[in-house]
């Protein structure tokens, strides 16, 4: 997966970020400056949730595709969301958790940021 981040701050208050996935169409989204500030911490963590529509091998498949875990694990937090209801798969900025966040919910997994 190829991934693009670039952004501008045109004024002490408001912040541009492009990103760009290969392949796909190109999305802006404008921030305000105590976002972008909130979204350097790195005490976030991606949660994601257990739930009925997805299969463990739908589960192990994104988390070793998107956030390169290995397939030993990816089938560990698979079973850990399953018997606890959730699991912490990743911890970082929100800024960069929400690109994260974006993507598993593409595929369909339920997923948050805290």
Request: proline letters at 1%.
């Amino acid at each position: 997966m190829l991934l693009k981040l670039s952004g501008t701050c045109e004024n002490p208050y408001f912040c541009r970020m492009d990103i760009n996935f290969a392949d796909t169409e190109t999305q802006e989204q404008t921030f305000t400056l105590d976002e972008v500030l909130a979204g350097l911490k790195v005490n976030h963590r991606l949660i994601l949730w257990n739930d009925d529509t997805n299969t463990f091998e739908h589960v192990i498949y994104c988390l070793v595709k998107y956030l390169d875990y290995s397939s030993q694990q990816a089938e560990k937090i698979a079973w850990t969301v399953h018997n606890d209801g959730k699991c912490n798969v990743l911890e970082g900025s929100f800024t960069e958790l929400e690109v994260y966040r974006k993507i598993l919910q593409q595929e369909g997994l339920t997923v948050s940021i805290d």
